[in-house]
């Protein structure tokens, strides 16, 4: 092995028969790490040489390259989160100080996608992007991605890098691409003629976009399943790992739904990702370590529910060392019937530390309710959740879409059985939910004050 660090992207595209991109990904679990330690101090001396962002963040903590003895001596790094990204960026126009190459070497700039305020801004180096696309590449190659697919980009090129990514990961594998985008109005109709002649294979987006796109084609007189698609991968969104929504997309389509990202901090952000098996997203841990915390006692944990903390291994521009994600996710060591040995996050990520409502003292996750209403034949994919407090008592309140009022009842009763709790529903008629194309905003609490809600959360 080469101290060389960052090393070189690895491009090499398998043969068609070949199950595995590179040898790293089967590896007993213990000897991979001694290849993530080796890349986690080449990260961090970097860092530590050139991000005085890091440098004051960790001096302050009293810990440095040094520090470094074993894989878990990471825990003792401070975290990074966003809100500190965004106050350093705030502070050092326009990159922030942790910018560690110098702007002439920046390649593309990109942002988040923040709906109030400045967008956070990434500067990309030639050489990570490379990286960024090796890694989506192989990534890709492992839910069945192989040379001879056309991939339909079915999401905005903007700021936002998530189709960016899956292009650069498209490019590394050798597939062809479609930039088609989303987002802009007419867009979706030409899309489903656009499809209807090219028939891509593979289709990247949102999972509510890909929902939209089949009813404007079923609009028109095209049944989704006839477009072809093989392989559907998803990001942005939870929806792809939400097992009501992921089955609703694979029988619309009949393709095969993956769930794959991390945040938009994070590039690659592919490194949290489904294979073919589809048993929830693996941790692509040698290129973006990953970390799973008690939200609480912030202590690791093997398996079970916590939050994910996200550490580049190979990023020159603007490393991101233990980078908080507020996420919610399940890990587990359990084997994958895909052979590979990164550990799973079998449920996806399914919320946010601050997204979960406490309702009459019961916690309850938006995704939970989102895959009740989508147990219930013959209601809609839109949906509304509301919480108020008009006296004393919490009442939870849902909008869904279906032909038959009777639907109601249906839909009350699978809830209170995955959440114990009755909400109130109501049954409006087919289309007539604001219909979401591309990131979806659901949940609205009425019980916050005013102030609260528009500061607790940038987008
Ligand atoms: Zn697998």
Redesign the pocket.
Known sequence: MTDVWPSEPLVRVPAEGERYWSPVETMPPEDRAQIILRKLRGQVAYAWDRSPFYRRLWSDAGVGPDTLESLADIARFPFVTKDLIRADQEAHQPYGSNLCISPEEIERIYGSSGTTGRPTVFAVSGGDWARIGAAHARIMW?FGVRPSDTVFLGAIFSLYMGSWGAQAGAIALGAASISHGAGVPGQTERAVEFLRTLRPSVFYGTPSYALHLAKVARERGADPASFGFRIMFFSGEPGAGIPATKRRIEETFGAAAIDTGSMAEMAPWMTNA????R?GM?LWEDVVYTEIVDPETLEPVDDGEGVPVYTHLERTSQPMIRLFSGDLARVTTDP?????T?R?LPDGVYGRVDDMLIVRGVNVYPRAIEDAIGRVPGVGSEYRIVVERPDELDVLLLEVEADDHGMAAVVAESVKLAIGLSPQVTVCPPGSLPTTEFKSRRVTDRRESALEATTRRES
């Open positions: 492992s489904e294979c073919a098996e048993t693996h994958c019937p895909c052979g590979r990164y799973r």
